[in-house]
């Protein structure tokens, strides 16, 4: 049977086959790239300039360092897309094209760059009709889209205008999972979610900030044996780690729906003066897969991400008993046509590729503080203490994402028990 190549390399070999189709973006775009790329290579060694520099380049043609160095990215990039992102616009590409000229460029080299420059053109007009529409079409075309330069900076501007138009933003979404040994084989699982720096431009604004219903290994509702983490906490209150949280859980109006209670932070004051840090802890026994001789069941743990935050800090700690099959892995998942980013058969559909990777945190245990969450050792500490254990009892891995997509489900994935 032919081996089935993973979703990653699926993704690439798409790309790559739809390049090759006359016509298509990606077949033009290339084309018309690396027309321009060699058009600039001849431009720049017909004025003498045999090995490319930016320095030597800005001096011999008297232009800007920045655009100098643009440019010799934009020739020295292993592949067209890659190069795009130093393409300067149709402004410096002028500017460029005088200077050479200025400089002794010959005529051939000057037109076959001003052709390249108008082809260029040309595909933009009728593949995207804008510079940013091609600009936002390109960052699709490498092989990491999410780690291109452009995509990093158009999720920076998404959570900035986002969090302008919302009238709220966070700084962390945290999500700890610790999955411990419980009775009859079941694993137990306690979640730790919550915001870091939570803050509103709207005073008229409130905020739904945790739920009271979690779903258990293959969707059983774990509403009716949820418990606080932290034992001094009423089982009917809001199960918040008030050691961790700047607002108490009273301070929270709940609001009952068809899928339980969710715990809404009030109207309040805006900017840092109304910023708060709201954490929860509950306790779910039994709500993991059920450890069985030779089987392997999968464990996910989820984050959804549906206000603009700058990080997502997202971990799991599994106790070193529970037999683990490989290493976690991170998945994100579209939420922008609905759904709950729980595990189902249309889930996949809405993948969204991840250049952020698991990390295996270590025994040094000074490796786990992280400076997106300020009292995070502390916090994983006392979460440890409340289930009677330590740090050495578990295995820590962690992904960390900047300025993530919403809304989207985060999703860490884990292979419980060996296979016979």
Request: charge should be negative; proline fraction near 5%; charged fraction near 25%.
């Amino acid at each position: 049977m032919q081996d089935i190549p993973s979703t990653t390399e699926s993704a690439r070999a798409a790309v790559f086959l739809t390049g090759q189709r006359a016509g298509t973006f990606e077949s033009a775009a290339e084309r018309a790239l690396e027309r321009m790329r060699e058009a600039t290579k001849s431009t720049i060694e017909s004025v003498g300039l045999s090995e490319v520099n930016s320095l030597a380049l800005s001096r011999k043609l008297a232009i800007d360092k920045s655009l100098s160095w643009r440019m010799v990215r934009f020739v020295e990039e292993p592949n067209a897309f890659s190069a795009s992102k130093h393409l300067p616009g149709v402004a410096g590409l002028r500017i460029f094209a005088r200077a050479v000229s200025a400089a002794g460029a010959t005529p051939g080299s000057i037109a076959e760059f001003d052709t390249a420059l108008e082809e260029l053109e040309s595909v933009i007009t009728k593949h995207a009709g804008t510079r940013s529409a091609f600009r936002a079409l390109l960052t699709h075309c490498t092989d990491e889209p999410q780690a291109d330069d452009r995509a990093i900076g158009f999720r920076r501007g998404a959570f900035e205008a986002n969090a302008a138009l919302w009238g709220i933003q966070a700084r962390t979404r945290l999500m700890m999972a610790f999955l411990t040994v419980g009775e009859r084989g079941a694993v137990d699982v306690a979640l730790v979610s919550g915001f870091l720096d939570l803050r509103r431009s709207r005073r008229d604004l409130s905020w739904p900030v945790a739920r009271r219903r979690v779903l258990g290994h293959e969707g059983r509702s774990s509403a009716g044996i949820a418990l606080p983490l932290d034992p001094s906490v009423a089982r009917d209150a809001a199960p918040m780690l008030s050691e961790y949280a700047t607002i108490r859980g009273e301070s929270l109006r709940p609001i009952g729906t068809d899928h339980g209670f969710w715990y809404e932070l009030p109207e309040g004051d805006i900017g840092l003066r109304g910023a708060v840090d709201c954490v929860f802890g509950e306790r779910l026994p039994g709500a993991g897969p059920a450890l069985r001789d030779g089987a392997v069941e999968e464990a996910e743990v989820m984050l959804r991400v549906d206000l603009p935050v700058e990080y997502v800090l997202l971990e799991v700690f599994i106790e070193r008993a529970i037999p683990v099959t490989g290493s976690p892995t991170v998945s994100q998942y579209s939420l922008l046509t609905g759904g709950s980013g729980e595990n189902s058969p249309d889930r996949e559909r809405g993948r969204i590729p991840v250049a952020d990777q698991v990390e295996e945190l270590g025994k040094d245990l000074r490796t786990w503080s992280t400076p997106i969450a300020p009292r995070h050792w502390e916090m994983v500490n006392d979460c440890m203490q409340w289930m009677s254990r330590t740090p050495a009892d578990f295995s820590a891995h962690r992904v960390s994402m900047q300025w993530p997509l919403m809304p989207t489900a985060v999703v860490l994935s884990t292979l419980l028990g060996r296979g016979s």
